[in-house]
């Protein structure tokens, strides 16, 4: 081992973070004391190769993020999820309350794929994909060492009194923060309410847009408080993804573990002392630094095993490589292993429940992809007018009212004509032959169908009318045609 000495480590550094005890860790909260108060997490800065590429992931994730609202395909917005409206679009692809079910089976996909992941690879989406990390982790923690400096910099500010050096700088702090949070907020509003809305709220009179302003100010308050005071406390309380995430994994995913076999028993380095002399002291690679822990984000102690706060972020790999650097040793006491690769030197296995969900989001996928394709642009309504009876003509055909309702799926105005299919007659729509629908909207109209009553065989006589645009069979409706009661119908 290289001349690098645990004993000498300025144990400030420790004392940032949590003042761990192994013994008890089962018992409490990282971030609660013995009397259940906060207690507040400084993690150390992080530096590292797993850190570079969650740094690169975090920039991709957060132009998508903050471009996401304003990026249009086929002129609709790449993700919109208009609850109060209704209106729905994914990757461009407009969805309405009618395709309900392929929303449904979009959101099992979904599911199965991050039950899949976690299975195999823990939580690993928590620490590199999810929102609230990425935004805590890679903007607003570096805002805050930008200003307050690192985690023992950070504490020793908290701790002084208060004076306009310090003031100024937590001014500063929250000042950036509470703006990065009404951007923050500004964005999700804009993937409910569409980006064009939001600029209206923005541009116009305020008093035409209080509903909108006042979530404005609520998104607002809630990211500043998230990412001001909540922090990893949103991650351990609030997610319910990390509470379940212990019914997902098992020895054979893979997670951030601590090698016990190698690192333990752990032990402090010192000065000059060899590899040899180590190990025949009965001590193993781990140099009890809590480098590890000062990183923690969570602020647990991973050579505790496996913990419902930890979200994976890989500092502690990082944190525990640079050691090994330091002190000779190879890279990975701290690694990304499952159970069975540290206790047995397995490899990582295709287990059969893992096969089982695969399976099971295989068939979901073939599922949603057949009803995505066989999708209409647009879904049409054929309903009798609600209390309307037949009528008989001058002419002594009978007639029965409809009311006809069209969505256009579509970014595109879809012109619509309507003939009936398996029955001679006469089909008119109100306010003109060729009814165009808008893109995107609802169109409502009625809709008169005239038979003769010699093709009547039945009082109801089952209809269907074709929805054709520019001579194409878009769809075909089915609906009920009444006539009169007396048995000389049709004969
Ligand atoms: S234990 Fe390691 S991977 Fe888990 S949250 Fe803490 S630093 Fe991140
Ligand atoms: S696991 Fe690594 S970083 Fe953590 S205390 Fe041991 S040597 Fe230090």
């Known amino acids: 081992m290289k001349a ?4 000498d480590q300025k144990h400030d550094e420790h004392s940032v973070a949590q003042k761990f005890d192994s013994e008890d860790f089962r018992d409490r909260l990282a971030t609660a004391d013995k009397d259940g108060r906060r207690r507040w997490i400084y993690p150390k800065k992080v530096n590292g190769r797993w850190f570079r590429w969650r740094t690169y992931m975090s920039w991709m994730l957060l132009a998508i993020m903050f471009a996401g609202p304003f990026v249009r395909i086929n002129g609709n917005p790449l993700l919109l999820v208009n609850v109060v409206e209704r209106r729905f679009s994914i990757l461009g692809q407009i969805f309405w309350p009618q395709d309900a079910v392929i929303f449904a089976v979009a959101m099992l996909v979904f599911l199965t794929s991050i039950i899949i992941f976690t299975t195999a690879f823990g939580r690993l989406w928590c620490g590199w994909t999810c929102p609230q990390t990425v ?3 890679m903007v607003f923690r570096k805002i805050e060492y930008f200003i307050e400096g690192d985690a023992h910099q950070q504490r020793a500010l908290d701790d002084a009194p208060w004076s306009a050096r310090k003031a100024a700088k937590k001014l500063t702090k929250h000042t950036l923060f509470f703006s990065l949070s009404f951007v923050i907020g500004n964005t999700l509003l804009s993937y409910i309410i569409g980006s064009e809305q939001l600029i209206q709220i923005i541009t116009d009179d305020p008093r035409n847009h209080l509903g909108g302003l006042s979530f404005m100010l609520l998104f607002t308050l809630v990211f500043y408080a998230i990412f001001a005071r909540f922090r990893e406390q949103a991650c351990t309380f609030i997610c319910p993804y990390g509470r379940f995430q212990s019914t997902m994994i098992d020895e054979n995913t893979m997670v951030v573990a601590y090698d016990h076999k190698r690192g333990e028993k752990r032990g402090p380095l010192h000065r000059n002392q060899t590899l040899e002399q180590r190990q025949s002291s009965g001590l193993g690679d781990c140099v009890n630094c809590h480098q590890c822990v000062v990183v923690c984000p969570t602020g647990i102690d991973i050579r505790n095993g496996t913990q419902m706060e930890c979200v ?7 944190a525990c490589d640079a050691v090994m650097d330091k002190v ?4 990975g006491l701290i690694r990304f292993a499952s159970h069975n690769n540290i206790e047995r030197g397995e490899r990582q296995r295709f287990t059969s429940r893992m096969m089982g969900y695969t399976a099971v989001l295989a068939a ?6 057949f009803l995505l394709f066989t999708r209409t642009d647009v879904e049409t309504t054929l309903l009798r007018a609600p209390g309307a009876l037949f009528m008989k003509t001058a002419d002594g055909n009978i007639e029965n009212l409809y009311t006809l309702k069209l969505a256009n799926k579509t970014s595109r105005d879809i012109p619509v004509q309507l003939k009936l299919e398996n029955v001679e007659g006469k089909l008119q729509v109100m306010g003109g032959r060729d009814l165009v629908v808008p893109k995107e909207k609802l169109a409502e109209t009625s809709v008169l169908i005239e038979i003769a009553p010699n093709v009547l065989r039945n009082r109801n006589t089952k209809l269907k009318v074709g929805v054709y645009s ?3 069979l878009l769809e075909t409706v089915n609906t009920v045609f009444v006539g009169p009661r007396d048995g000389s119908v049709g004969k």
């Open 312 to 318: 994976n972020c890989t500092a502690c790999i990082d």
């Open 135 to 137: 935004l805590m982790e």
């Open 470 to 472: 520019n001579g194409k």
């Open 328 to 331: 000779g040793r190879p890279r």
């Open 364 to 369: 979901l996928i073939s599922v949603f992809l």
């Open 4 to 7: 690098f000495s645990t004993d």
